[in-house]
């Protein structure tokens, strides 16, 4: 299996490149408001409410039941509970002309192809450089119990749903919900979006995130299969990052193909051409 990653060409793309890395997004920074949104509910008798409030913010003597809510909703734990995650999105698609128009600069960008870790069929990943990612992402083995012999740097990849009837995912309940519930609830939330994105065929990794933590993970290089170029990617581009993957990936012993995308002259299509390196 592989997925892709469609990309701009401009500095940020290649220090990605030239420095093999990959950043995650945290829900605020999506071009979507609609795409991970975590809601809350705060339906329960007023006697637990109230309840809640002193348990866990020490917070007595409310009366007003409306009061106790709106301080809730303002708590700071509550408020930015959809910015404790981070993602990283791919596509299972490499020839999607929606998909080169929207996130590759109308065809004159790039993809990166990446091959997909997968032992068993439930369970697939992308494999990073473990010293650039925080330790506690890198328990895989443990957190399932067992030997399962993935590499360190190995981090998840799931599918994303697409709600036929798009009905939105099941919100939290502060109340009530406890902490294993919370988290299936918002795994949901993170891997479901409307249907209109169905063309996207989106795979992601999602993880939690810690304010001021690093969100660039270096990904291992032997995984970077190839690159493809879009089909208004201009000459100049093409050079650029042809000389990158020679001097970052060929001369270092990594076999990295090079592909530029054409026009299909029968059908409204794309076809891939395989390009030398130099």
């Avoid at 093999?20 to 809350?40: H, I, M, R, T, Y």
């Avoid at 700071?76 to 299972?92: G, T």
Wanted: aromatic share 12%.
């Amino acid at each position: 299996m592989y997925v892709y990653k469609y990309r701009p060409i401009n500095e940020h793309t290649l220090s990605a490149l030239i420095n093999n890395e990959l950043k995650f997004s945290q829900p605020k920074e999506l071009n979507d408001p609609f795409d991970s949104q975590l809601k809350l509910t705060f339906k329960s008798d007023d006697h637990d409410i109230l309840k809640y409030l002193e348990k866990h913010y020490e917070i007595k003597n409310i009366s007003n039941i409306e009061k106790a809510i709106s301080i809730l909703k303002d708590a700071p734990d509550l408020r930015e509970i959809k910015d404790e995650y981070m993602l990283l999105a791919f596509s299972v698609l490499h020839n999607n002309i929606l998909l080169w128009s929207h996130y590759a600069n109308e065809h004159k960008g790039l993809c990166m192809k990446f091959k997909v870790f997968e032992k068993r069929a439930e369970m697939k990943g992308i494999v990073f450089n473990p010293n650039s990612i925080p330790e506690r992402y890198r328990t895989i083995n443990k957190r399932y119990g067992i030997n399962l012999n993935y590499p360190e740097g190995f981090l998840e990849i799931k599918k994303v749903k697409y709600p036929v009837d798009n009905e939105k995912p099941e919100p939290i309940n502060v109340i009530y919900d406890k902490k294993d519930v919370r988290l299936e609830k918002a795994e949901n939330s993170l891997f479901c979006k409307h249907k209109c994105c169905k063309y996207e065929k989106e795979y992601r990794i999602v993880l939690p995130y810690k304010i001021d933590q690093n969100k660039i993970f270096k990904f291992n290089k032997e995984y970077l299969d190839s690159i493809l170029f879009g089909l208004n990617c201009s000459d100049t581009n093409v050079e650029i990052v042809k000389l990158i993957i020679k001097t970052k990936y060929i001369d270092q012993g990594y076999n990295v193909k090079l592909y530029k995308a054409l026009e299909d002259e029968k059908k409204y299509a794309l076809k891939f051409k395989k390009i030398k390196i130099l």
